[in-house]
């Protein structure tokens, strides 16, 4: 691009602006974290969505990329990624083939916590050869996907087992935030029961960025998936996982508007700013505004709550740190990667809007 910004003052917004430098720092803390805990690191690409990082993180020691969706390992495979975790029920004919195709480029695992799902998995790949990883999902206090107890792991462990085409590769959770000793005590217990009935757990993986700095107890947990410590957000400083001088990701906006000495309108409203809030009490703050919290979004406005004695005025451009970052990317078509004031690049979010 001839007319690519040099500078963030050339940029229009609104905007993402990736610290490349922090992300670099955050990348190597976090490999640094998981090899002082003797555990692989596998990183949920969700939050940056660019094979750009996804490459960085495999270079700097990962074992590998977690995806969300096939989408997004189609795109990291089409850019060279070779050892790919899909921790989700695969359902559908149509899905069931586009795995089918990835497994024959990459090295794939996948999860399955229900009978319905293995035998769709089952029915599609049958070669004894090459089997499909699979890994049970395991609700261990995080309330979304996963089985209940350890004797419906075993059952579906056994189903697994006994289909040509596939490998019961272990066991897969993602606990919630503060309770990873309570869920390596329940992978400890189902991986015990498994062992007795002659089913051994290759791999053992947690995940959630606000417990990564944790050490396993026991060594239960073989591997972790983080997502959002790449770039962090105001949730993982809230959760005690970060500082501020640790986000690498923020949007830069405009002041469109202050009509009252206590509120500003910026030109992110929920098209560019998330309203998933993790559970925080307003949306965003303003980086350097001591004070300032985004507390609505419409479409296109930010209303931003500022303490009076604020001296920012209309056609001031500010950076604006969510709550959530992950949401953030995926509105966006491209990011700017900077360092310090100087844009080094800018990348297309190849992974965005991969939903199915």
């Given at each position: 691009?001839?007319?690519?910004p040099k500078?963030?003052?050339e940029?229009?917004t609104?905007?993402v602006?990736i610290d490349?430098?922090?992300a670099e720092?955050?990348?190597?803390?976090?490999?640094?974290a998981?090899?002082?805990a003797?555990?692989?690191?596998r990183?949920?690409?969700?939050t940056?969505?660019?094979?750009?990082?996804a490459?960085?993180q495999?270079e700097?020691?990962?074992a590998?990329i977690?995806?969300?969706k096939?989408g997004e390992?189609e795109v990291?495979?089409?850019?060279?990624?070779?050892?790919?975790?899909l921790?989700?029920?695969i359902?559908?004919r149509q899905?069931?083939?586009?795995?089918?195709?990835?497994?024959?480029?990459?090295?794939?695992?996948?999860t399955?916590?229900?009978?319905t799902?293995?035998?769709?998995?089952?029915?599609?790949?049958?070669?004894?050869?090459h089997?499909?990883?699979?890994l049970i999902?395991?609700?261990?206090?995080g309330g979304?996907c996963?089985?209940?107890?350890?004797?419906?792991?075993?059952?579906?462990?056994?189903?697994i087992d006994?289909a040509?085409?596939?490998?019961f590769g272990?066991?897969?959770t993602f606990?919630?935030?503060?309770?990873?000793?309570?869920a390596?005590?329940?992978?400890a217990?189902?991986?015990d029961?498994?062992?007795?009935?002659g089913?051994?757990c290759?791999t053992?993986?947690?995940?959630g960025?606000p417990?990564m700095?944790?050490k396993?107890?026991?060594q239960?947990?073989?591997?972790y998936?983080p997502?959002t410590?790449?770039y962090?957000?105001?949730?993982?400083?809230a959760?005690?996982?970060?500082t501020?001088?640790?986000?690498?990701?923020?949007?830069?906006?405009?002041?469109?508007s202050?009509?009252t000495?206590?509120?500003?309108?910026l030109?992110?409203?929920?098209?560019?700013?998330?309203?998933d809030?993790?559970?925080?009490?307003?949306?965003?703050e303003l980086?350097g505004e001591?004070?300032?919290?985004?507390i609505?979004?419409?479409e296109e406005?930010g209303?931003?709550?500022?303490?009076?004695?604020?001296r920012l005025k209309?056609?001031?451009r500010?950076?604006?740190l969510?709550?959530?970052i992950?949401?953030v990317i995926?509105?966006?078509?491209?990011?700017?990667?900077?360092s310090g004031?100087?844009?080094?690049d800018?990348?297309?979010?190849?992974?965005?809007?991969?939903?199915?």
């Amino acid at each position: 691009m001839t007319d690519r910004p040099k500078t963030i003052d050339e940029i229009d917004t609104p905007a993402v602006l990736i610290d490349l430098d922090r992300a670099e720092k955050n990348i190597a803390r976090a490999q640094a974290a998981a090899d002082a805990a003797g555990v692989k690191l596998r990183p949920h690409i969700k939050t940056h969505k660019l094979p750009f990082f996804a490459k960085k993180q495999v270079e700097t020691g990962a074992a590998g990329i977690t995806c969300q969706k096939i989408g997004e390992a189609e795109v990291m495979a089409d850019a060279g990624l070779t050892d790919i975790f899909l921790p989700y029920n695969i359902l559908g004919r149509q899905k069931l083939e586009r795995l089918k195709a990835l497994h024959g480029r990459v090295t794939l695992s996948v999860t399955a916590d229900s009978a319905t799902t293995i035998e769709g998995l089952a029915g599609t790949f049958r070669d004894a050869a090459h089997p499909l990883k699979v890994l049970i999902e395991c609700d261990t206090g995080g309330g979304r996907c996963g089985v209940q107890s350890k004797e419906e792991a075993l059952a579906l462990a056994r189903q697994i087992d006994a289909a040509p085409g596939l490998f019961f590769g272990g066991l897969m959770t993602f606990p919630a935030p503060g309770k990873a000793a309570q869920a390596e005590a329940w992978l400890a217990a189902t991986r015990d029961l498994l062992a007795a009935n002659g089913l051994a757990c290759e791999t053992i993986t947690s995940g959630g960025t606000p417990d990564m700095w944790r050490k396993p107890e026991g060594q239960v947990v073989t591997e972790y998936r983080p997502g959002t410590y790449i770039y962090m957000d105001r949730y993982q400083i809230a959760k005690g996982a970060a500082t501020l001088d640790d986000c690498a990701a923020t949007v830069l906006a405009t002041v469109v508007s202050r009509p009252t000495a206590t509120r500003a309108i910026l030109d992110a409203g929920s098209k560019a700013l998330t309203s998933d809030t993790l559970g925080l009490p307003d949306y965003a703050e303003l980086v350097g505004e001591a004070g300032a919290r985004v507390i609505g979004l419409s479409e296109e406005h930010g209303k931003v709550e500022l303490p009076a004695a604020s001296r920012l005025k209309v056609g001031d451009r500010v950076r604006v740190l969510p709550d959530h970052i992950c949401p953030v990317i995926n509105l966006y078509d491209q990011v700017y990667l900077i360092s310090g004031d100087r844009v080094v690049d800018i990348l297309p979010v190849a992974a965005r809007g991969k939903l199915t």
